[in-house]
Each structure stands twice: as structure tokens, then as C-alpha cells.
């Protein structure tokens, strides 16, 4: 089993910036793909970014050039920074692991934008 924390959620005028953490624990022998989604109040749950096991990484067009994501192998942590924020920005964000043959998603971190 693997355990996913997420933290550095908060309230932040629009504009401002927050960056988001998620760690991994447990029985980890290789994490694949690290993933944040978000989930608005009334919407549907939505990727913001992922990063591959090579480190590539994938931006949902609305966070482009806004967020930066990042992770680091070796402390089994991935890291979303972002600026610029928008009210559009608010949501529950949740992080997601896969490892071979299973997905792990953590109980997510609120970020509430005022505007």
C-alpha cells in the first residue's frame, strides 16, 4: 500500500502564490507517473499537471505558464508551484500515484483564491 499527504493548501488573494506537496509513503517499490487534479465546488474532478517517471511533464492548458511542477525521486515527493493565481483556481487538489498495476490518490488540500 502506498500513502499519499498533500500539503500547503491555504487562502490567497488572487495574484498570489501557493506551492502544494504531496509525499508518498508506504510500500513503494517504483511511483510512475505523480499527477495533481483538482476539483471545483459543482465541477468535475480535473487534471492540473502530471509528471512522468522520466520526468516529463504535461500542463492542463488554464495553469500554463503558471504552475511549475516538479518531483523529487528520491524523497518519493512531487511539488506544484503556482503563481499567478486565479479565483478560477480554487478547488480541492488532490494528488495521484501510480506504480505498476496500481493508482493511489491522496485526500487532497483546499486552495481557496479570493478575488
Known amino acids: 500500500q502506498v500513502q499519499l499527504v498533500e500539503s500547503g493548501g491555504g487562502l490567497v488573494q488572487a495574484g498570489g502564490s501557493l506551492s502544494l506537496t504531496c509525499v508518498a509513503s508506504?510500500?513503494?517499490?517504483?511511483?510512475?507517473?505523480m499527477t495533481w487534479y483538482r476539483q471545483a465546488p459543482g465541477k468535475q474532478r480535473e487534471l492540473v499537471a502530471r509528471?512522468?517517471?522520466?520526468?516529463?511533464?504535461v500542463y492542463s492548458e488554464s495553469v500554463k505558464g503558471r504552475f511549475s511542477l516538479s518531483r523529487d525521486n528520491a524523497k518519493n515527493t512531487m511539488y506544484l508551484q503556482m503563481s499567478s493565481l486565479e479565483a478560477e483556481d480554487t478547488g480541492i487538489y488532490y494528488c495521484?500515484?501510480?506504480?505498476?498495476?496500481?493508482?493511489?490518490w491522496g485526500k487532497g488540500t483546499q486552495v481557496t483564491v479570493s478575488s
Open positions: 509528471v512522468s517517471g522520466d520526468g516529463n511533464t
Open positions: 508506504g510500500s513503494i517499490v517504483r511511483i510512475n507517473s
Open positions: 495521484k500515484v501510480t506504480t505498476i498495476g496500481s493508482a493511489y
